[in-house]
């Protein structure tokens, strides 16, 4: 069974820093991962899909990576700003026929003004 | 194009009745996946649907069941409603259920 884990849980940094947010999963068997942001009361926003034949993806001041061996995916944010502040989520879609999607936990970021 | 599109947006209902949840997924999108959000459980599974057969189910009772029809519209419906089924109910559709989820804006369900 496929379990997902973000830490930390929660993260508050000053504004313009860059930072790194982790997702740790237990089966290495994954077809892709995708991250995600959420703010209060909303639905999911997507931010990146990793495929698991790829290394990394980026979008503007997002990258982020994948190492299937490790079983660990990071998000990296640049220049933080204000309005980064939200939950961010990952997600892991298992290989191997119609596999459902296992969510993390959720890293909560506050950036401060 | 439009998005994902959830009705109704917010629901209260009393413990015992049942509630049936609708979710309209981007155009030529023909998989829709069910998610529940909780404080406590996070977002967890409940079912996908593709070309209107379920191709994959999650961990809930059987008083969670869901449909697609030919359109790629879905439902969920939810029986004798239970205190502990309040909760964020979000719908997700993709291209053909594997790749990239877009995620609607969610249903709030409250159960007194």
């Known amino acids: 069974k496929q379990e997902v884990t973000q830490i930390p849980a929660a993260l508050s940094v000053p504004e313009g820093e860059n930072l790194v947010l982790n997702c740790s999963f237990t089966d290495s068997a994954i077809y892709n991962l995708q991250w995600f942001r959420q703010d209060p009361g909303k639905g999911l926003t997507s931010l990146l899909l990793i495929q698991s034949s790829q290394r990394e993806q980026t979008s503007g001041r997002l990258n982020a990576s994948l190492d299937k061996s490790s079983g660990r995916s990071t998000l990296y944010i640049a220049a933080s700003q204000p309005g980064d502040s939200a939950t961010y989520l990952c997600a892991v879609r298992g290989s191997g026929g119609y596999q459902k999607v296992t969510f993390g936990t959720g890293t909560k970021l506050q950036v401060i003004p | 194009k439009a998005g994902v599109t959830q009705t109704p947006r917010y629901l209260i209902k009393t413990r015992g009745q049942q509630v049936t949840l609708s979710c309209s997924p981007i155009?030529?999108?023909?998989?829709v996946s069910w998610y529940q959000q909780t404080p406590g459980q996070g977002l967890q599974f409940l079912f996908e649907?593709?070309?209107?057969?379920?191709?994959n189910k999650g961990n809930f009772p059987g008083r969670f069941s869901g449909r697609q029809f030919s359109n790629s519209r879905s439902e969920m419906n939810v029986s004798t409603l239970e205190l502990g089924d309040s909760a964020l109910y979000l719908c997700?559709?993709?291209?053909?259920?594997?790749?990239?989820?877009?995620f609607g804006p969610g249903t709030r369900l409250t159960v007194l």
């Open positions: 155009s030529g999108h023909r998989s």
């Open positions: 649907y593709f070309s209107e057969t379920q191709r």
């Open positions: 997700a559709s993709s291209g053909d259920g594997y790749n990239e989820q877009f």
